[in-house]
């Protein structure tokens, strides 16, 4: 029966949705609620990587990165808002899955370390 795992998911985002904002409520540190909603985003779609893109001045500036292995994401950069399937999803104001192949070149910031 489907109803059995769409519940489970359901709970899952339930507890994610309140592991974010006790984060919010205890800290009030930008850095440790943006760590927060990557690890449970990561957690609930099952992914091997995050990143929150912030909308400022019509650039896409990364907020935070997070790859399974609890690292950093290197190379990722501020960049100016163009055409690309991003940056019309920051257009709309959405959010994206990309597919795994967009991790290759990559790597865990090694410089950052456990900071996180």
Known sequence: ??????????DKQLDALYS????????????????????????????????IWLLKEKQLVSAGSLTSEGKP????????????????????????RIDDSIFQGFEPDASVGDNF
Do not use: C, Y
Not at 1 to 10: D, G, K
Not at 34 to 40: F, H, N, P, S, T
Not at 41 to 46: A, F, K, P, R
Not at 73 to 86: F, T
């Open 1 to 10: 029966m489907r109803a059995w795992p769409l519940a489970s998911h359901e």
């Open 20 to 51: 974010v904002f006790s984060e919010i409520t205890e800290t009030l540190s930008l850095t440790h609620v943006v760590q927060a909603a990557l690890r449970q985003t990561m957690q609930l779609m099952n992914a091997h990587g995050a990143v």
């Open 73 to 96: 994401v290197r190379g990722i950069e501020a960049r100016p808002l163009g055409d690309g399937s991003l940056d019309r999803t920051a257009k709309r104001r959405r959010t994206k």
